[in-house]
Nanobody, 115 residues
Framework: QVQLVESGGGLVQAGGSLRLSCVVS????????MGWYRQAPGKQRELVAA???????NYADSVKGRFTISRDNVKNTVYLQMNSLKPEDTAVYYCNIWTGFSDYWGQGTQVTVSS
C-alpha cells in the first residue's frame, strides 16, 4: 500500500509564499514521476508541476517562474515552493506519483490566496 500525505497549505495574501510537502510511504520502489496537481471550484484538475526521474521538470505556463518543484529521494518527499502567489492560484493541491505501473494520489491540501 502506498500513502501520500500533503502538508503546507493555508491562507496567504497575494504576493506571498507557501511551501507544500508530500511524504510518500509504503511500497515506494521505482517512483518515476512526482507531481502536483490542483483543482479549483468548478474547474477540472490540472497539472501544476512534475519532476520526472531525478531532475527533469515540467510546469504549467501559469506558474512558470513562480513555482519550483523538487524532490528528496532519501525522504521520499516532493516539495512545491510557491512564490508570488495570486488569487487565481486558489485551489486544492494534490500530490501524485507514477511508478510506471500505477499512480497514487494524496488527499489534497487547500491553498487560498486572498487579494
Amino acid at each position: 500500500q502506498v500513502q501520500l500525505v500533503e502538508s503546507g497549505g493555508g491562507l496567504v495574501q497575494a504576493g506571498g509564499s507557501l511551501r507544500l510537502s508530500c511524504v510518500v510511504s509504503g511500497r515506494t520502489v521505482n517512483i518515476r514521476t512526482m507531481g502536483w496537481y490542483r483543482q479549483a471550484p468548478g474547474k477540472q484538475r490540472e497539472l501544476v508541476a512534475a519532476i520526472i526521474g531525478r531532475d527533469v521538470t515540467n510546469y504549467a505556463d501559469s506558474v512558470k517562474g513562480r513555482f519550483t518543484i523538487s524532490r528528496d529521494n532519501v525522504k521520499n518527499t516532493v516539495y512545491l515552493q510557491m512564490n508570488s502567489l495570486k488569487p487565481e492560484d486558489t485551489a486544492v493541491y494534490y500530490c501524485n506519483i507514477w511508478t510506471g505501473f500505477s499512480d497514487y494520489w494524496g488527499q489534497g491540501t487547500q491553498v487560498t490566496v486572498s487579494s
